[in-house]
């Protein structure tokens, strides 16, 4: 058996467009509070979803515009962002570093190591590899005497 079609809106649990969107602006509106995605959840009336439903639901773009999510996200990181600022700066003694510590390291990956990858197709980083592989292959070639 091959299942529903792919795309289908069988499954749908919040099936009117407007309780869909009041869904989004409230995950939306968490992660603008800087709370975890994953500890999001919708309930209204006899509907309810959660965060891997909203998840599926963006797939569809022209519905769910990405600048909100992405706006929210920033919102979010902005948040605790100033926890951290004021904490160091002394503005905010009572902050727990110990645990602003551990929803940084948690969230945002602030201590983990980043490998930069270059584009594959980005013509400055082509341009300037071809130029350090060529200083390596003229570096590498033995000398030759111009007066033999």
Not at 25 to 34: E, R, T, V, Y
Not at 41 to 55: A, D, K
Not at 92 to 106: D, E, F, G, I, K
Request: with cysteine; hydrophobic share 35%; proline share 4%.
């Amino acid at each position: 058996m091959a299942g529903a079609p792919k795309g289908n809106k069988y499954a749908v649990v919040l099936k009117d467009k407007d309780l869909r969107q009041r869904a989004y602006k409230s995950f939306c509106d968490h992660l603008a509070k800087g709370k975890a995605i994953k500890s999001w959840w919708y309930e209204e009336g006899e509907y309810s979803c959660t965060w891997g439903t909203m998840l599926s639901y963006m797939q569809d773009t022209k519905e769910f515009d990405p600048i909100h999510k992405e706006l929210a996200e920033s919102k979010g990181y902005n948040f605790w962002e100033n926890v951290a600022e004021e904490s160091a700066i002394g503005k905010n003694s009572r902050a727990n570093t110990a645990s602003l510590q551990m929803v940084m390291r948690n969230k945002f990956g602030w201590d983990k190591e980043q490998q930069a990858k270059p584009a594959p197709n980005d013509p400055v980083i082509t341009e300037l590899l071809k130029s350090l592989n060529e200083q390596v292959i003229d570096a590498t070639k033995p000398k030759t005497d111009s007066k033999l």
